[in-house]
């Protein structure tokens, strides 16, 4: 370590001289080097926090934003500190992550890496924490290439927290693409993992492909029939919006909420006859998804809607499948 670093109790402060090191990189002399690498070890979570505004006063193709990135790659305290919510909200967590990995590319394999350790007898506190996992997670589906995690999603299949598990399942099932994989957790019991991984296939094209969304058709959750009907309207199955009018005709308030829900989510203006109809039910949940998906598909075709749903919400960042 060099000189020590000078006292810097305000942020203003600490701005600054992180501002001044990324200025001073390239002048002759300089120990810009040693001080960005003492104030990122003195205080990992402070220095993530804060280099991504400093940053953007730094010229797209500086060196020191090189530099900056191997650096944070290297830090083995990086992954707990994306995993705080104390230190930075979960985008600004993936915007650094995804900054890091267009330069540092094995990033989502020290994720990977770093959910394991919350694993086995002796765990890191930290990577044992559910919710911190799910904000890993999330910031794996931002920057993974996809199946070189898989390995490590796979043992967080069985995980004891149900939220962690579906999220596991869906990435693994997003990044392998796979029919069959899926196809194994169609038996799954906790619905949410049912509902996820059909999900993931969203967008595939592989053989056997829409056989699995139509075994799933046949399921008894709502959530799981939706995400299959939405997949087959993906893959231009002519029969899904047949299957979405007659989902919105349910006996089940549940699944009606989700044909609406889906509806909204595919855009399509040929859905709207059905979303007035379904303004009118009974249930406030079902009424809500079908405001939603109103005003969703209002936005995306600018198509004027009747007066009576004009005052339509705008689109909620809440899935209420």
């Not at 296939?201 to 709502?222: C, H, I, M, S």
Request: aromatic fraction near 6%.
């Amino acid at each position: 370590m060099g000189r020590p670093l000078p006292v810097l109790g305000s942020q203003q402060d600490y701005q600054a001289y992180l501002e001044e090191c990324l200025r001073s990189f390239d002048q002759p002399g300089s120990n810009a080097r040693s001080r960005l690498r003492d104030l990122l070890n003195s205080d990992p979570a402070r220095f993530c926090a804060s280099i991504l505004p400093a940053l953007a006063k730094v010229p797209e193709d500086a060196p020191v934003r090189q530099f900056v990135a191997g650096l944070l790659a290297a830090s083995e305290h990086l992954p707990a500190v994306l995993a705080d919510p104390a230190v930075m909200s979960l985008r600004e967590a993936s915007a650094l992550a995804s900054w890091i990995a267009r330069s540092e590319p094995a990033l989502d394999l020290k994720l990977a890496r770093w959910l394991l350790s919350g694993l086995g007898k002796c765990p890191d506190p930290d990577a044992a924490n559910p919710a911190r996992i799910l904000r890993i997670l999330d910031i794996l589906a931002a920057v993974s290439e996809g199946q070189r995690v898989v390995s490590a999603l796979v043992q967080l299949l069985r995980h004891s927290d149900p939220k962690v598990r579906s999220k596991a399942t869906m990435l693994a099932g997003r990044f392998l693409k796979s029919a069959q994989w899926v196809e194994r957790w169609l038996t799954e019991p906790d619905s949410r993992v049912r509902a996820n991984v059909v999900e993931s296939l969203w967008g595939a094209q592989g053989p056997g492909v829409t056989e699995v969304f139509k075994t799933a058709l046949r399921d008894p959750n709502n959530r799981v029939v939706g995400n299959a009907i939405v997949g087959l309207y993906m893959l231009g199955d002519p029969t899904a919006s047949e299957l979405l009018m007659e989902m919105a005709r349910h006996k089940s308030a549940s699944f009606r909420a989700t044909a609406a829900w889906a509806m909204g989510f595919l855009e399509d203006p040929q859905f709207l006859p059905a979303l007035g109809r379904l303004l009118k039910d009974k249930e406030g949940l079902v009424r809500r998804n079908a405001l939603r998906a109103l005003a969703r598909i209002r936005k995306a075709t600018g198509q004027s809607l009747p007066q009576t749903v004009s005052a339509a919400p705008q689109e909620s960042s809440t899935d209420t499948r």
